[in-house]
Structure formats: C-alpha cells, structure tokens
C-alpha cells in the first residue's frame, strides 16, 4: 500500500479565505477530504499537516523518510522560493515529491518565479488550482505502479 505524505506551508491554512480570487474559495480541509477519497479508492494512504513554521516541514520531511513514505505532495508556499533549508531536507531524504502551487506563480510577482525546491522535484504542478493536488496525486501513485 502505498503511504502519501501532503505537506503545505504557511499561510495555506488561510485557504477559502486568503485572496479568493488568487486561490479560490476550497479550504484546505476540502483539499485533503478530496485527496483522502481519491487515494482510498487507489488503495493508498494519505496523511496530511500544514504548518506556518519552516523547522516543522523539515521535521516532517525527515519523518517521511522514517516512516516509509513513498512519496510527499508538497505546497511549501512562500517557503518556495526561501528555503534552502527545506530543499536540502528533500535532497537528503530521497523521498520522491511534487511541487504543487494552487496559482500560477509566473504570473504573479518576479519573486515568486524561483523555487528552491523544483530542479529536485519529481513533477512541478502549477496554477491549476486545487485540482493540482489531485493531479499531484495521481502522478505520484502511477509512478508508484499503483
């Protein structure tokens, strides 16, 4: 069976209420409801944390790779394009991820236009909102021969 991991970063908590017209009216308890129904029905399991502070996705990167995790979704936010910290927690794990960004970051800000994190990723999904989970999702369990 495979073991998801979907971690999101600051701010991603505010979803549903965050700038509707950049990241639409889904909370993220609808994104991981979805996600949760969708794995169940592929036979995975799907955990899921979201955390405003930086050290406790590092934590849970290295926790993935302890607990067997076969693959994380990860939306780091605006850690994206900050964190080498979170890019060398990847780097050292080796667990396969998907970057995923509900708006499409090239459209935005030139700030936003870097990320730390996608040269390591197994795929980079970007600006299809929500449904970026879900296809993240279904990346990550075909590569997995699931």
């Known amino acids: ?21 950049v990241y639409g009216s889904a909370t993220l308890a ?8 969708l794995a169940t029905a592929r036979g995975a399991t799907l955990t899921a944390q979201q ?8 934590a849970a990167i290295h926790d993935a790779k302890a607990s067997a995790t076969d693959a994380i979704i990860l939306n780091a936010g605006a850690f994206t394009h900050t964190s080498i910290a979170l890019r060398d927690a990847l780097a050292a794990v080796a667990v396969p991820f998907y970057e995923v960004h509900i708006s499409n970051v090239y459209a935005r800000e030139s700030f936003r236009h870097q990320s730390f994190l996608s ?19 279904d990346a990550a369990l075909r590569k997995l021969g699931r």
Do not use: F, K
Not at 9 to 21: H, K, M, Q, S, V
Not at 51 to 58: D, P, T
Not at 119 to 137: D, F, K, N, Q, R
């Open 30 to 37: 609808d994104i991981v409801d979805r996600l949760q129904q």
């Open 1 to 21: 069976m495979a073991r998801i991991l979907v971690l999101n970063g600051p701010n991603l908590n505010l979803l549903g209420t965050r700038e509707p017209d």
């Open 119 to 137: 040269a390591i990723a197994s795929g980079v999904i970007v600006g299809c909102g929500p449904v970026g989970y879900e296809l993240a999702l």
């Open 51 to 58: 955390s405003n502070a930086e050290h406790e996705l590092v």
